[in-house]
């Protein structure tokens, strides 16, 4: 199925369509947000020559400010580049090496497979946040870090489904045709079945950006985030510690509220593609 | 059914042997200097000489790897916290079940509201208010739970006053005996925001899977027939349809069990629930890795508990599985 | 007046195509006691009319007009909770395939007990009592109440799904398809049992089914339909004795009679019309080795040919001579449907048109 036949479905189905407006108006933020922030997220802005600190939203700070006197609504936007910088980053990483190992084990089949789904198997036994939390305190804190992090384990399920996926293909009659016009294992893997795993591979993804996107905010609310950017886990961080669950509802509501909206956008998507992956779905 | 048990506990067992070698050489090969991972930096040259001796840090790794495995397997000892200058092990013995019992209580407060709320919206399918509903599901999946705590400790603890917003217990607590130390309205008190604050973070896949589930059985002739026998919409809902959609949804449970010991850490945290998650958090903050190491572990090995009970679980409803 | 009365019944389903016209214009009438046998191919209408009756129509069908009068009510604009007080206290529903409509959780004495207690207010003791009851009407051990469905024959699962039925000691009863999904002995039996019952309760009976040979068996009266309207309707000794819808004449040439000398089987060549494709025509003309230019231009309306009896055809006047030709297979290739499908047997058959008597549309 092409591209263009998938987006076509997917703005036919209600829910999908919000959810492509939604994300994408979060991808607009995140390119113009430099613009649209009225200030520099770590401004300290000053009131009556004293620092603004935990003032309630106004027209000259939208959404209020943190207890150092940052504008909480310039925070907010910034944050937009990091959750979707993390979420699309890790998304790929995690679909490339998934579907990769699945296709691999799923079309070789016997010790190659064993072996590969024996690694799985272990994965799986790993509980994701606690192992997540260890690897952020072992490595310096960055960008890269939170996503290798994030992606290490969840590559487990992407080659778990395409690998049944693949399995069930590969006894289709125009792979066995493939084998007997004697191509390659690479070019049948690569170039006929891999086609047809891809809306499967593209569902999975949209599951991991919703994943990654959360992953992140989660470590950088328990402190292990990148210093240098803003990300919105980062402001519930700063705004937990600083007790503004007691004192500034303004500062602890937005970012929560930017997470919950990009995620339900993107699990609207994710709905759509489901029901193209499964035309079972779709006949409801 | 004891082949199929023994040859769960083998498995178990083995994973638990390649989880303690990851986690050796994660310690060992990721940080800039792995025998800051080992000893406390601040102990002073003499202390730092003799620890090294002791962990045997200058020996080659094989023999670290099996003075670890000794250490772990046979005296269960994890080393000692850097923070509290105490066997890791003593810290979080006693958090171990209160963990249990966050994810637990969780589970089922979840799968119990998805089946009815799941049931419902396959009922009203096609109307505004299943589109409503599917939405709400999502969006406490989207929603990160630390987040909704926040929200939550903001409005029921600090804004109404109706719960705690924090801890297991209010301080200067005696009672002796195992029972009442947990059966108690304080307790029960302190239990309610952070249980369902957890529940809504795994409602969705409850409520979805019973939708799903119950849109297959609403088409079966029986329904059609409860219909033309004038039973009320309810009766039909769930003594009829509901009823036969529950397996897939039960089983569900029982294989998420291992999940939620796992994903109980940041509801843990902000609620300053005293369990394995809250301190692996912690430790990990003051970078006190022995700690984090051991509760990492612990919760891992938890982890492979629930599983094979929910294999149990899981046979015992369905008992193909078993001879697989 | 009659129990049940149907006038001018239209029924269409929503497709995302556009709309299919399961029911056009069908009316009938029902006095008390009487059993009507409503048949016809798969297709025709009469799941869809059955369904319309018990007010169990899928989310996106819809009656576009017409009514159903039931003791002089219309149930047409009745809601849930109006229809409900009805249900099973005056009219029940005998559904087709007894184990898939059987829930497979539950015992049957269960099944059977939950519609007294819950319209009667009894308690469930009084309510197994009652079921100990039915099952001696229809012929059952009273200990296999405690049976799940899976484990009874599907005989016994037939007679269960009656005795429910008759839980409330209803008016009305509709049974549809009763007997397909069983052999024939069986077949037999149960019929035998419902019409036992029937008479005894004095119950109203409306019987769906595809087999004509049942209408004969139990049925006073019979509504031939096609393509979702009336081909035929009037009482079964009528409409045996003399057929006067060629499609009614088919269907009696297809099914075996013992009484009857032998003779061969014959099968109407060709397939009932789609339905979301309304043509200005009647519906059984290609089929129809009969047919006349007009039977293609505009549809017949019902017209009545003896006191209780009407077909909708317009050649009613040679109605005679189709039945006679109706029962020479030769005939049955005339129609242009079987002559699309089979072109090669039509050419050798000239003697067999002479006989016809009438110019299949030439």
């Not at chain 1, 789904?117 to 305190?137: E, K, N, Q």
């Not at chain 2, 019973?210 to 027939?225: A, P």
């Not at chain 3, 009319?49 to 219309?74: C, E, F, H, W």
Request: hydrophobic share 50%; with cysteine; proline share 6%.
């Amino acid at each position: 199925m092409s591209l263009g036949q998938v987006l076509q479905l997917l703005i036919r189905d209600r829910l999908a369509l919000a959810g492509i407006i939604i994300v994408g108006t979060f991808v607009l933020v995140a390119i113009f947000a430099p613009w649209i922030a009225p200030y520099d997220p770590d401004q300290i802005h000053r009131v009556d020559g004293r620092v603004a600190r935990l003032l309630p939203p106004s027209s000259q700070f939208w959404l209020g400010t943190t207890n150092l006197g940052r504008d909480v609504f310039s925070q907010v936007v910034m944050g937009t580049r990091i959750a979707l910088e993390v979420g699309l980053l890790a998304a790929f990483m995690v679909t490339f090496v998934g579907t990769n190992v699945g296709l691999i084990a799923g079309y070789f089949g016997g010790r190659i497979d064993a072996f590969l789904m024996r690694i799985v198997d272990i994965l799986y036994g790993i509980p994701f946040t606690p192992f997540v939390i260890l690897l952020v305190s072992l490595l310096e804190p960055s960008i890269w870090n939170v996503v290798i992090a994030v992606s290490l384990l969840t590559w487990r399920t992407v080659a778990r489904i395409c690998r049944a996926q693949v399995l069930s293909l590969a006894e289709r009659p125009f792979v066995k045709a493939a084998r007997v016009a004697g191509a390659s294992h690479w070019r049948i893997m690569y170039r006929h079945i891999l086609p047809n795993i891809l809306p499967l591979a593209l569902l999975e993804m949209s599951f991991v950006v919703a994943w990654a996107i959360i992953a992140e905010a989660s470590v950088s609310f328990i402190g292990f985030g990148d210093p240098r950017a803003i990300s919105w886990g980062k402001i519930l961080h700063s705004a937990f510690i600083a007790g503004a669950v007691r004192t500034a509802p303004w500062w602890v509501a937005p970012p929560g509220v930017a997470i919950v909206l990009l995620v339900l956008g993107v699990h609207f998507i994710t709905r759509g593609l489901e029901s193209i992956v499964n035309p079972r779905l779709r006949g409801e | 059914m004891l082949a199929f048990m023994a040859r769960r506990l083998l498995e178990a067992a083995i994973s638990l042997f390649v989880l303690l070698t990851i986690v050796f050489f994660v310690f060992r090969l990721l940080p800039a200097n792995p025998v800051d991972a080992m000893v406390d930096a601040s102990l002073g040259p003499e202390a730092i000489a003799r620890l090294y001796a002791e962990f045997g840090l200058d020996q080659p790794l094989w023999r670290q790897y099996v003075l670890y495995l000794k250490n772990i397997l046979t005296k269960g000892d994890f080393g000692m916290s850097f923070f509290f200058r105490q066997p890791a092990v003593d810290i979080l013995a006693d958090k171990i079940i209160n963990t249990l019992i966050l994810a637990i209580t969780s589970l089922v407060i979840a799968y119990a509201l998805g089946i009815i709320w799941g049931a419902l919206l396959a009922w009203h399918r096609g109307t505004p208010f299943e589109t409503a509903g599917i939405t709400a599901a999502l969006a406490f999946k989207a929603a990160p739970e630390f987040w909704v705590g926040m929200i939550f400790v903001m409005i029921f603890a600090y804004g109404l006053g109706w719960f705690p917003h924090s801890g297991m217990r209010e301080p200067g607590y005696e009672e002796t005996s195992l029972f009442l130390k947990y059966f108690n309205l304080d307790f029960l008190r302190h239990l309610v925001l952070p249980a369902t604050v957890a529940a809504l973070g795994s409602i969705a896949t409850p409520t979805l899977l019973m939708r799903n589930t119950m849109l297959e059985v609403m088409h079966e002739d029986f329904v059609e027939l409860a219909k033309a026998k004038g039973l009320s919409t309810a009766r039909i809902i769930y003594l009829h349809a509901a009823r036969n959609a529950l397996l897939p949804v039960v089983t569900s449970l029982a294989t998420n069990l291992g999940r939620a010991v796992g994903g109980m850490v940041l509801v843990e945290y902000v609620f300053s629930w005293p369990g394995l998650g809250r301190e692996i958090v912690l430790a990990a903050t003051r970078y006190d890795y022995p700690v984090a190491q051991a509760a990492f572990l612990m919760i891992a090995a938890m982890v492979m508990l629930m599983n094979i009970v929910a294999d149990l679980l899981y046979g015992y409803l369905d008992p193909r599985i078993v001879y697989k | 007046m009659p129990l049940l009365e149907v006038a001018d019944l239209r029924v269409q389903y929503q497709l995302p195509g556009g709309f299919l016209r399961a029911v056009e214009s069908v009316s009938f009438a029902l006095e008390k006691g009487e059993t009507m046998g409503i048949v016809g191919e798969s297709g025709c209408g009469k799941s869809t009319l059955m369904k319309a009756l018990l007010k169990l129509l899928p989310a996106n069908a819809r009656v576009t007009g017409g009514s159903i009068r039931y003791k002089g009510q219309d149930l047409v604009p009745l809601r849930d909770d109006e229809m409900r007080r009805l249900r099973w206290k005056e009219i029940a529903y005998v559904p087709q395939s007894a184990l898939n409509a059987l829930n497979p959780v539950y015992r049957i004495g269960d099944q059977i007990a939950e519609a007294i207690v819950v319209h009667q207010g009894k308690s469930r003791q009084e309510a197994w009592e009652r079921a100990k009851t039915l099952f001696q009407w229809v012929g059952l051990e009273a200990k296999r109440l405690h049976a799940y469905p899976h484990q009874l024959s599907g005989g016994m699962r037939q007679r269960s799904m009656i005795a429910m039925a008759l839980a409330l000691e209803p008016e009305l009863l509709v049974a549809d398809e009763p007997t397909t999904a069983l052999d024939v002995v069986v077949q037999d039996r149960i019929l035998q049992r419902l019409m036992m019952l029937q008479k005894q309760l004095q119950l109203s009976l409306v019987l769906v089914t595809h087999d004509i040979s049942v209408v004969a068996k139990v049925c006073d009266r019979a509504l031939v339909m096609y393509a979702g309207r009336v081909a035929e309707l009037g009482s079964t000794r009528q409409i045996f004795k003399a057929p006067f819808h060629p499609y009614t004449i088919g269907l009696l040439n297809a099914f075996p009679n013992v009484k009857t000398e032998a003779r061969e089987l014959i099968s109407i060549p060709g397939y009932p019309p789609d339905l979301s494709k309304p043509v200005q025509a009647c519906a059984f003309a290609l089929r129809c080795p009969f047919a006349a230019e007009v039977c293609h231009q505009v549809a017949p309306a019902p017209v009545e040919v003896e006191p209780g009896h009407v077909a909708a055809c317009h050649r009613l006047d040679q109605a005679e001579a189709f039945r006679d030709a109706g029962r020479r297979r030769r005939t049955w290739e005339q129609s242009l449907a079987a002559r699309s499908l089979a072109p090669m047997a039509t050419q050798s058959a000239p003697s067999a048109r002479k006989a016809v008597g009438g110019d299949p549309g030439e």
